[in-house]
């Protein structure tokens, strides 16, 4: 067994030899039978490559040879021309043209107590932001995504715990919120492909990301009607930064550079996509992040849950 643990090759014959230097392990009940049997199943599959099944000695493009003991195999996925689908992070299904169509000077104007706590909350944290990152909107960006991610899987996550303990159904807004974390984080994976962080910045990801997520956790916890209003702010500023960031392409200030694949698969984009369509589809998903969390607040400031309202799936 020890053999087996680190796995090092025994044959089918030593196993064999344990069953009948030990005959009492068939007696009694039948939980070291099968814990034998195992055990047999797996030492005969170590010793010999031709008792191997063919899944098993498969390889994947990665190198990575996948396991089918639990009958879980990747089916062959390709592109809409035949090529091989290159991703596993995501599939040709979670794929989307963005609507660039969105209104992008979208305001809430602050009017309730809260309102103004969540607005003037959202202004001072830009104000370390402008000064680290100055025009530097790539690092900007990248650091942006990084605090963008967090509060949709927050949200969906205590929705989802509520959903449990209360034995209500969320309305489909824990998905609506773990769509928006998903998507955020794919903008993360694209900018990174743009932007390489230094170790410095990757140390402020980590202090920056450790302090706002716990900080909005309490905040959910407390007022989840804050929260979200504190999110739309922050997606009107996000979208306000891609905007400059586009200024800054279209002057020449920062290289138009081929958009990266991901971003190309991604977003469905053609393919000689250069970075000014990525940051323009990327703000146009920021557009709708801010509608949602806007919205869901305001469901929230009426007296309301938010499984009384239709969660917004797949609003791009």
């Known amino acids: 067994m020890r ?4 796995g090092r090759k025994h044959s089918i ?3 064999r030899t344990v069953v009948r230097c030990h005959p009492n392990v068939w007696d009694g009940d039948d939980m070291p039978l099968l814990g034998l049997r195992m055990m047999v199943m797996m030492s005969s599959y170590s010793s010999s490559s031709e008792s191997v099944p063919e899944k098993v000695k498969e390889k994947g ?35 989307y043209r963005a609507d660039l169509s969105i209104d992008l000077k979208k305001h809430h104007v602050p009017t309730t107590f809260l309102d103004k706590v969540a607005y003037r909350t959202v202004k001072l944290l830009r104000i370390p932001t402008d000064l680290f990152f100055q025009r530097r909107y790539g690092c900007r960006a990248m650091m942006l995504e990084t605090v963008a991610a967090v509060p949709g899987m927050v949200g969906g996550m205590l929705l989802h715990l509520k959903s449990l303990r209360k034995f209500q159904h969320s309305g489909g807004w824990i998905k609506a919120l773990l769509e928006e974390a998903e998507n955020e984080r794919m903008h993360l994976m694209t900018m990174v492909e743009l932007v390489k962080p230094k170790w410095y910045e990757r140390m402020l990801v980590l202090t920056v990301q450790g302090v706002f997520f716990n900080a909005f956790f309490v905040l959910y916890l407390l007022s989840p009607k804050l929260a979200h209003r504190v999110v739309g702010y922050l997606e009107e500023e996000a979208i306000h930064s891609y905007t400059e960031y586009l200024k800054d392409i279209d002057s020449g200030s920062i290289e138009n550079v ?29 557009a709708h992040h801010r509608d949602v969390n806007h919205f869901a607040s305001d469901i929230q400031f009426q007296g309301k849950e938010l499984r009384d309202a239709p969660a917004p799936l797949g609003y791009h």
């Open 3 to 6: 053999g087996l643990i680190n």
């Open 13 to 15: 014959g030593y196993a």
């Open 61 to 95: 493009e990665n190198g990575i040879v996948p396991s089918s003991y639990w009958g879980i195999s990747r089916p062959k996925i390709t592109r809409e021309d035949g090529s091989p689908w290159p991703w596993n992070c995501f599939m040709p299904w979670e794929t």
């Open 258 to 286: 081929p958009a990266p694949a991901i971003a190309i698969d991604y977003w469905r984009l053609p393919k000689d996509a250069t970075l000014k369509d990525v940051i323009t589809v990327i703000r146009a998903d920021e």
